[in-house]
Nanobody, 121 residues
Framework: VQLQASGGGSVQAGGSLRLSCAAS????????MAWYRQGQGNERELVAK????????YYANSVLGRFIISRDNANNRWYLQMNNLKPEDTGVYYC???????????????WGQGTLVTVSS
């Protein structure tokens, strides 16, 4: 399974960006889809997560009310709409997936390559 993230860029504070992640390869089902980020000198942190039934979403407190995670199960894609961006949102954003490779197999996980988001004040 490969994950391809896109949509990063440079914006001014208050602006918006939309990140996308596309999964490809062989798998039965993607369970959780998520976005993490890593700012300079910081550990990688979970930003948002969405379950397969789309009824259970998680957001970090720092992005609650500003970011929205969504998913397109038919096309194995998920998105992160980021609004009212702040300089502290700057970092490399990674998509992440928990998936079942095949029937009867244990769940596995995969990281995307990361996409840089830079927010200037």
């Amino acid at each position: 399974v490969q994950l391809q993230a896109s949509g990063g860029g440079s914006v001014q504070a208050g602006g918006s960006l939309r990140l996308s992640c596309a999964a490809s390869g062989r798998f039965v089902r993607i369970n959780d889809m998520a976005w993490y980020r890593q700012g300079q000198g910081n550990e990688r942190e979970l930003v948002a997560k969405i379950a397969s039934d789309q009824t259970t979403n998680y957001y970090a407190n720092s992005v609650l009310g500003r970011f929205i995670i969504s998913r397109d199960n038919a096309n194995n894609r998920w998105y992160l709409q980021m609004n009212n961006l702040k300089p502290e949102d700057t970092g490399v954003y990674y998509c992440y997936a928990v998936f079942r490779p095949a029937l009867g197999r244990d769940l596995s996980n995969r990281w995307g390559q990361g996409t840089l988001v830079t927010v200037s004040s």
